[in-house]
């Protein structure tokens, strides 16, 4: 599944390192000068859950395979970007094809990195985005219009709809507020989609600090955290230096890293975390001699849907699915314990799909 999250901000905030981070690689460039990402890069990111490893060491798998999920390194923005400044319209037109925005804000002073407006603000920078993804936005909803006032003279149904969803987008986007703001109902969600507009897509906030503040945050990142809190939405206090410094190291030696400056575990774990339930991202698992694997879902899924994230013929002749609780597994020391505990359940097609769950799918084609 391509769940692609991209990571968004002023020129020198750290979105490189980051993304280097996250990655263990060197493929983003990190340097010292506005659009030294000229391509969006793109990191394929394991989802850490200890789950896995505990029903791996159960199960006696020989292989263990995480669940994944995409990040998107996406070249600096600066003002105009909406009219073409800098590489604007090539940069905008990357984080159309995302499905989240993390904002990454710069909260940390250092006199050998420039900032593009001379001072540290992380809200101004914040501000400074979103209104560039907003001015894009409502020229794209302003494009869209004369072509469907023919067919509104037509009195058709989809287009009435879209114009309706459209007025409602420019409205809020005029007001100052984003897209994500404007409250959609069930039926008008699809229609709604097809816009593709930037600010409706989800928002994680990632305030980035020094490292002495790696552990606390500073007054920058309270600023930021704020921010979420007051519009529902999620922030990261983290240290892209430090996350890139312990990428490469082994997990001892992360290990007492992290202990030194009083984390618990990286920050990139939580962003990843918190990416993956941005998303509304869900796990259930597999498990067996030759493998013990984590599979991605969305929230509401049902049974045959999250077999077809397997393959195509386990949704198209689903059967039923041996399921059990992640709990249930491990109390029972697994399956056949579970078996022998009555734990392990017979799920057919309207079964909902639940974090954590171990399954066993049957199908026929």
């Given at each position: 599944m391509g769940f692609k999250c991209g990571i968004v901000g002023l020129p020198n905030v750290g979105k490189s390192t980051l993304f280097n981070a996250l990655t263990k690689t060197a493929n983003a460039q990190a340097a010292n000068y506005p659009f030294c990402t000229i391509e969006p890069n793109v990191g394929d990111v394991a989802v850490p859950d200890h789950r896995l490893d505990t029903i791996a060491k159960i199960g006696g798998s020989a292989q263990i395979i995480p669940?994944?999920?995409?990040?998107v390194d996406i070249a600096g923005l600066v003002k105009g970007a909406s009219q073409g400044e800098g590489m604007g319209n090539q940069f905008l037109a990357?984080?159309?094809?995302?499905?989240?925005?993390?904002?990454?804000?710069?909260?940390?002073?250092?006199?050998?990195?420039?900032?593009?407006?001379g001072r540290i603000d992380p809200m101004s920078d914040f501000e400074t985005i979103e209104t560039e993804l907003m001015l894009a936005d409502l020229e794209s909803l302003e494009k869209r219009k004369p072509g469907l006032e023919k067919k509104l003279k037509q009195k058709d149904a989809d287009?009435?709809?879209?114009?309706?969803?459209?007025?409602?987008?420019?409205?809020?986007?005029?007001?100052?507020?984003?897209?994500?703001?404007?409250?959609?109902?069930?039926?008008?969600?699809?229609?709604?989609k097809m816009l593709q507009l930037l600010t409706s897509k989800p928002v994680l906030y990632v305030a980035n600090v020094d490292e002495d503040s790696a552990a606390t945050g500073n007054d920058f990142s309270a600023k930021v955290v704020d921010h979420a809190e007051s519009e529902g939405a999620q922030a990261?206090?983290?240290?892209?230096?430090?996350?890139?410094?312990?990428?490469?190291?082994?997990?001892?030696?992360?290990?007492?890293?992290?202990?030194?400056?009083?984390?618990?575990?990286p920050g990139l774990n939580r962003l990843i975390h918190k990416g993956y339930a941005l998303l509304d991202l869900r796990t259930y698992f597999t498990v067996g001699p030759k493998e013990a694997r984590a599979w991605t879902f969305q929230t509401g899924w049902k049974a045959p849907r999250c077999a077809g994230v397997i393959h195509g013929d386990f949704e198209k002749g689903f059967i039923r699915a041996?399921?059990?609780?992640?709990?249930?597994?491990?109390?029972?020391?697994?399956?056949?314990?579970?078996?022998e505990a009555g734990k392990v359940r017979q799920e057919g097609k309207d079964y909902v799909v639940q974090d954590g769950d171990i399954m066993l799918f049957k199908f026929n084609v």
């Amino acid at each position: 599944m391509g769940f692609k999250c991209g990571i968004v901000g002023l020129p020198n905030v750290g979105k490189s390192t980051l993304f280097n981070a996250l990655t263990k690689t060197a493929n983003a460039q990190a340097a010292n000068y506005p659009f030294c990402t000229i391509e969006p890069n793109v990191g394929d990111v394991a989802v850490p859950d200890h789950r896995l490893d505990t029903i791996a060491k159960i199960g006696g798998s020989a292989q263990i395979i995480p669940a994944r999920m995409n990040f998107v390194d996406i070249a600096g923005l600066v003002k105009g970007a909406s009219q073409g400044e800098g590489m604007g319209n090539q940069f905008l037109a990357n984080i159309r094809e995302t499905d989240a925005i993390i904002y990454v804000l710069r909260c940390f002073e250092d006199e050998d990195i420039t900032h593009v407006d001379g001072r540290i603000d992380p809200m101004s920078d914040f501000e400074t985005i979103e209104t560039e993804l907003m001015l894009a936005d409502l020229e794209s909803l302003e494009k869209r219009k004369p072509g469907l006032e023919k067919k509104l003279k037509q009195k058709d149904a989809d287009a009435l709809q879209t114009m309706r969803l459209i007025e409602m987008a420019i409205a809020a986007l005029e007001d100052g507020k984003p897209a994500r703001t404007v409250e959609i109902d069930e039926e008008d969600k699809k229609a709604w989609k097809m816009l593709q507009l930037l600010t409706s897509k989800p928002v994680l906030y990632v305030a980035n600090v020094d490292e002495d503040s790696a552990a606390t945050g500073n007054d920058f990142s309270a600023k930021v955290v704020d921010h979420a809190e007051s519009e529902g939405a999620q922030a990261v206090i983290i240290s892209a230096q430090i996350e890139s410094e312990m990428a490469v190291l082994e997990d001892e030696e992360q290990a007492e890293y992290l202990d030194a400056i009083g984390l618990t575990e990286p920050g990139l774990n939580r962003l990843i975390h918190k990416g993956y339930a941005l998303l509304d991202l869900r796990t259930y698992f597999t498990v067996g001699p030759k493998e013990a694997r984590a599979w991605t879902f969305q929230t509401g899924w049902k049974a045959p849907r999250c077999a077809g994230v397997i393959h195509g013929d386990f949704e198209k002749g689903f059967i039923r699915a041996e399921t059990t609780a992640y709990d249930d597994y491990v109390s029972n020391h697994g399956e056949q314990g579970a078996k022998e505990a009555g734990k392990v359940r017979q799920e057919g097609k309207d079964y909902v799909v639940q974090d954590g769950d171990i399954m066993l799918f049957k199908f026929n084609v």
